[in-house]
C-alpha cells in the first residue's frame, strides 16, 4: 500500500526531559528511531528532532520536542534557542500535527515543575493546545503494572481516582491518557498500547494543529522572551536609578547651579530613553510595567530638581562662590560695614559678628565701590588727623 493511501498521523511529543519522550518516540515506532537517556546532553541543532515508520498500517511520523517542557530545569536551554529552534524545526518536519503528547512519568508526583512544564508548553504552542490536541502518554508502565498486580486495578481507574493539579490536566485533555511501557517486549502489548494512543489521537475532533495555529501563540512566546529577560531588565534600572542618586547628592553638594540645570537634562532625557528601551523590549507583553513606575518615579526626582534650581536667578548661580575658594574668616567679635546693593541705589550697614561669614564679601564689594572707597578714605583721615591733634596736645600739655 502506497504513503498516500495510509492513515498518516503525525505525533509531537512533548515534556519535561527524563519523562521519556524518545522512548516513547521508539516504542511507536517500533525502532530505536531517537536517543534515550540525552536527558543533560542537549544540543542546541538537534533539539527537534524526527522520524517515521509504518505501525500497524498506518504511516507515523513522530517529532520528538526535546527540552519543550524545559526551561530552567537541569538540562537548561534558554528561551531563545528554545523558541528558534522550535520554531525553525517543527515546520521544518511537518506541515500540520496530529495530537500534541504530553509525556509524563507514572509514580512521580505532579509536582510544581511538571506544573511549569505545562505552563511552558502552552505559552510556546498556546493556551488550547491541550484542551484541543493534548493526549496524556504516562511512560513507566511497567511501574504500574508492578504496583497493581495484586489489586488488579486498570489504568482507566487510576487515573479516575486522580485528584487536584493532575486531574485537571486530564480533564482539560478531554480524559484522552494513556499508559506506556517503553520497556515492554511482548510484541502484542507493544502493538496494543500503540493503538490505544492512536485512538485517543482519532478521538480529537479538531482540525490538525497547523502553523497558522502556531503563529496565534506568538504573543505567549514573546511573553516567554520577555520574562527570560526580566532580571537584566530588572538589575539594569536598578543600576540606574542608584546612578541617578549619586549624581542628584553629588550635584546637590557642588551648588554649581547652571553646571547642573545642563546635567539634569542629559539624565532626563537618559531616563526618557531608558523608560523607551523597556517599553520597547516588553513589547505589549504587560511585563515591565513595575520597572517603568520606577523609571517614572526617577524622572519626578529629576522634574523636581530642576524646578527647585531653576528658581535660582543667574545673577545668584555667579554669586555663588565655587566650593574650592579660600574664605577669609573675620575675627570673632569684629564689627564691619555692610555694603548692600539696592535697586537703585548703594547703602551701607554696619553688621555684626554674628555675621561673620558675609562679612568679608561685604568688605570686598565695599572696596570695589568707588563712593564707598572714598568715605572710607575719609573716615581713616579723620582719625588720622584726630590721632595726630590728640598725640600733639598731650604733648604740649606735658
Ligand atoms: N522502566 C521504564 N523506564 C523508562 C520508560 N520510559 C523511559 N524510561 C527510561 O527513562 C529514561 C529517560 O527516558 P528518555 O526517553 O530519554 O526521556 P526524554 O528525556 O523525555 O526523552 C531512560 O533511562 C529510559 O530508559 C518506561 O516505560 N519504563
Ligand atoms: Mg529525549
Same mark, same amino acid.
Given at each position: 500500500?502506497?504513503?498516500?493511501?495510509?492513515?498518516?498521523?503525525?505525533?509531537?511529543?512533548?515534556?519535561?526531559?527524563?519523562?521519556?519522550?524518545?522512548?516513547?518516540?521508539?516504542?511507536?515506532?517500533?525502532?530505536?528511531?531517537?536517543?534515550?537517556? *540525552?536527558? *543533560?546532553?542537549?544540543?542546541?541543532?538537534?533539539?527537534?528532532?524526527?522520524?517515521?515508520?509504518?505501525?500497524d498500517g498506518r504511516s507515523i511520523q513522530v517529532i520528538d520536542g526535546t527540552g519543550t517542557g524545559d526551561i530552567g530545569s537541569d538540562a537548561k536551554l534558554d528561551t531563545?534557542?528554545?523558541?528558534?529552534?522550535?520554531?525553525?524545526?517543527?515546520?521544518?518536519?511537518? *506541515?500540520?500535527?496530529?495530537?500534541?503528547?504530553?509525556?509524563? #512519568?507514572?509514580?512521580?508526583?505532579?509536582?510544581k515543575q511538571e506544573k511549569d512544564a505545562v505552563e511552558l508548553i502552552k505559552s510556546l504552542f498556546g493556551q488550547d493546545v491541550l484542551k484541543k490536541w493534548g493526549v496524556i502518554v504516562m511512560t513507566h508502565g511497567d511501574n504500574f503494572e508492578m504496583d497493581n498486580e495484586d489489586s488488579k486495578a486498570t489504568f482507566e481507574d487510576w487515573f479516575k481516582e486522580q485528584t487536584g493539579d493532575i486531574q485537571t490536566l486530564i480533564t482539560e485533555c478531554d480524559n484522552r491518557c494513556v499508559l506506556f511501557n517503553n520497556r515492554e517486549k511482548d510484541?502484542?502489548?507493544?502493538l496494543h498500547q500503540c493503538q490505544r494512543l492512536i485512538n485517543k489521537v482519532?478521538?480529537?475532533?479538531?482540525?490538525?494543529?497547523? #502553523?497558522?495555529?502556531f503563529q496565534k501563540a506568538e504573543k505567549g512566546r514573546k511573553k516567554l522572551l520577555v520574562q527570560a529577560n526580566f532580571p537584566k531588565m530588572e538589575s539594569e534600572t536598578k543600576e540606574m536609578i542608584v546612578q541617578l542618586h549619586a549624581k542628584l547628592a553629588e550635584m546637590e553638594k557642588n551648588g554649581k547651579q547652571r553646571e547642573n540645570s545642563e546635567k539634569l537634562n542629559v539624565l532626563y532625557s537618559q531616563l526618557i530613553n531608558f523608560k523607551t528601551y523597556l517599553e520597547n523590549e516588553d513589547d505589549g507583553a504587560g511585563l515591565v510595567g513595575r520597572l517603568v513606575q520606577q523609571v517614572e518615579v526617577a524622572l519626578l526626582s529629576v522634574k523636581t530638581k530642576m524646578t527647585q534650581?531653576?528658581?535660582?536667578?543667574?545673577?545668584?548661580?555667579?554669586?555663588?562662590?565655587?566650593?574650592?575658594?579660600? /574664605?577669609?574668616?573675620?575675627?570673632?567679635?569684629?564689627?564691619?560695614?555692610?555694603?548692600?546693593?539696592?535697586?537703585? /541705589?548703594?547703602?551701607?550697614?554696619?553688621?555684626?559678628?554674628?555675621?561673620?561669614?558675609?562679612?568679608? #564679601?561685604?568688605?570686598?564689594?565695599?572696596?570695589s565701590h568707588k563712593r564707598a572707597r572714598a568715605i572710607f578714605i575719609i573716615a581713616g583721615i579723620i582719625v588720622i588727623i584726630s590721632i595726630i591733634i590728640s598725640v600733639v596736645c598731650t604733648v604740649v600739655l606735658s
Open positions: 500500500m502506497s504513503d498516500a493511501t495510509l492513515e498518516q498521523y503525525t505525533l509531537l511529543l512533548v515534556g519535561r526531559t527524563g519523562n521519556g519522550k524518545s522512548s516513547t518516540g521508539n516504542a511507536i515506532l517500533d525502532k530505536p528511531a531517537f536517543k534515550p537517556c *540525552n536527558a *543533560n546532553i542537549v544540543s542546541n541543532d538537534d533539539v527537534i528532532e524526527f522520524s517515521s515508520a509504518q505501525v531563545v534557542s528554545l523558541i528558534d529552534c522550535i520554531t525553525k524545526g517543527l515546520w521544518g518536519f511537518a *506541515n500540520n500535527v496530529n495530537a500534541i503528547i504530553l509525556v509524563l #512519568k507514572y509514580g512521580v508526583r505532579f509536582t510484541e502484542d502489548k507493544k482519532k478521538a480529537i475532533q479538531n482540525l490538525p494543529y497547523t #502553523k497558522e495555529d534650581w531653576a528658581l535660582v536667578t543667574p545673577e545668584d548661580k555667579q554669586d555663588t562662590p565655587p566650593e574650592e575658594e579660600p /574664605m577669609i574668616q573675620p575675627p570673632i567679635e569684629e564689627a564691619g560695614v555692610r555694603y548692600n546693593k539696592g535697586k537703585d /541705589m548703594a547703602c551701607i550697614e554696619l553688621f555684626t559678628a554674628e555675621e561673620e561669614d558675609k562679612g568679608p #564679601k561685604c568688605l570686598d564689594r565695599l572696596l
